[in-house]
């Protein structure tokens, strides 16, 4: 087998990873962060780019390095731990969050700025025609998918490139002022942003088919794979920079088109009006919606993949109506409150996750592997969800003593401690654990 790949499979490889990690979350998200941060958009676009670009390109690798996804990376853990944890995260970027978000992505900005009065009929009813569509497309996901993602993705690439070139020659405004949460630690509020991406969390779920289309190609060393990898990964790292670049300035310089928008969704359709008129907001909400649709296909059908292996006795047709019922649901809370709902649920499970793809780009390192997982992954569990607990809004003045607990992030230090711990201080494991391992 050849153990080359060709320029154009290199590129086409990282074009699929670009068009991969730019969902719903991606356009909404860097526009309303930016306009929040105002004159400090760009350190707050830097830490933004560190969780939404830098930690799912790591999260890849590390995928890579452990051969599998969430099951194979948390083996160490005792079997229903790892399936636990895995159940959370897909339950995360499926019906709780991700997969309801895309559709209300789609109804804010394909459909909501050409109703002259929206209520919650309107949404009710374009939640089941968005995962009616969605089911019959992830139960017939073939050619058709495969036509809709080749067509449909450079379709959006190429706007959200016309949109960042008009945004930097014309911008509508002179960068405005931040509130006062940004301007005072801008880097760790992009940082958190970030979370809302969720693309570490998809990175731990649909890391393998990455790794398996470079295998389909020819490439079976590991070396090889790490190597296409990453040059994939770099090409997908540089285009997805530019967009939230573009985005987060085009929040900063959006508070006189809209200077107090529910949400980046309602934000960005204003704003494109404002450059392009009412083609430019055609053009956007068929691209967005239709991007948001193909994410939702996705979405559901890993969500029905993976619980068919577990259950490989209950119809997958069954799992994908029952996830796309439950999405349409969950659709009618709303982005804002969708949002709200989620956030306190990522900064509890984003340390969680961290922590594990920490640990299995150190896995052969650590002495004792089995102590080491269950010890730091829980540390960041009990810290996440003091990060968590807050930020839903509760009384947690008595854990103010803990350093960064004030900035969201009272799990870095103490899982840092663990993992140094687990590496330099834990005693080696017995034989026969050794050998198993």
């Not at 340390?351 to 730091?376: E, G």
């Amino acid at each position: 087998m050849q153990q080359k790949l060709s320029y154009q499979d290199i590129f086409a490889l990282g074009f699929m990873n670009f068009a991969f990690f730019l969902g719903a979350g991606n356009i909404i998200f860097p526009p309303l962060a930016g306009a929040l941060a105002g004159e400090e958009f760009t350190l707050t676009t830097l830490g933004f780019l560190v969780t939404a670009v830098g930690l799912p390109l790591i999260t890849l690798l590390a995928v890579a390095k452990a051969g599998g996804g969430i099951l194979t990376m948390a083996r160490y853990l005792p079997a229903k731990v790892a399936l636990v944890f895995a159940l959370v995260v897909y339950i995360i970027i499926g019906p709780s969050f991700a997969t309801p978000r895309a559709a209300l992505v789609a109804f804010e900005i394909g459909f909501k700025p050409f109703i002259s009065h929206s209520d919650a009929s309107h949404l009710a009813l374009f939640s089941v025609i968005f995962f009616g569509i969605t089911a019959f497309l992830s139960l017939r996901a073939g050619k058709l998918l495969d036509w809709v993602g080749k067509v449909i993705t450079p379709m959006l690439i190429l706007s959200l490139l016309i949109l960042a070139i008009a945004v930097f020659i014309n911008p509508q405004a002179e960068v405005g002022q931040g509130i006062t949460e940004y301007t005072s630690t801008p880097f760790i509020k992009g940082f958190l942003e970030g979370y809302n991406t969720m693309d570490t969390l998809a990175s731990l779920i649909f890391g393998m088919f990455i790794i398996n289309i470079i295998r389909s190609k020819g490439i079976t060393s590991a070396k090889g794979q790490y190597k296409y990898l990453m040059l994939a990964g770099s090409i997908a790292v540089i285009g997805l920079a530019f967009v939230y670049i573009s985005l987060f300035y085009l929040g900063a310089t959006s508070h006189t088109i809209s200077p107090n928008p529910a949400n980046g969704g309602e934000l960005i359709s204003h704003y494109v009006t404002a450059l392009f008129g009412p083609f430019g907001q055609y053009l956007l909400s068929f691209v967005v919606a239709t991007a948001c649709l193909t994410t939702a296909v996705g979405l559901v059908s890993a969500m029905a993949d993976f619980i068919a292996q577990l259950k490989p006795k209950w119809p997958r047709a069954t799992l994908v109506i029952i996830n796309c019922a439950l999405c349409a649901l969950v659709t009618n809370v709303g982005l804002a409150q969708l949002i709200s709902l989620s956030v306190p649920v990522l900064y509890t499970v984003y340390p969680v996750a961290i922590a594990l793809v920490v640990l299995t780009l150190f896995k052969s390192q650590i002495r004792n592997k089995q102590i080491a997982y269950a010890l730091v992954l829980f540390v960041a569990l009990i810290f996440g969800l003091l990060d968590g607990l807050k930020v839903a809004g509760m009384n947690m003045h008595s854990f103010d003593f803990i350093p960064l607990f004030a900035l969201g992030m009272a799990w870095v230090i103490p899982t840092a401690i663990t993992l140094f711990i687990s590496l330099y201080l834990l005693p080696l494991p017995a034989q026969s654990e050794l050998t198993s391992a």
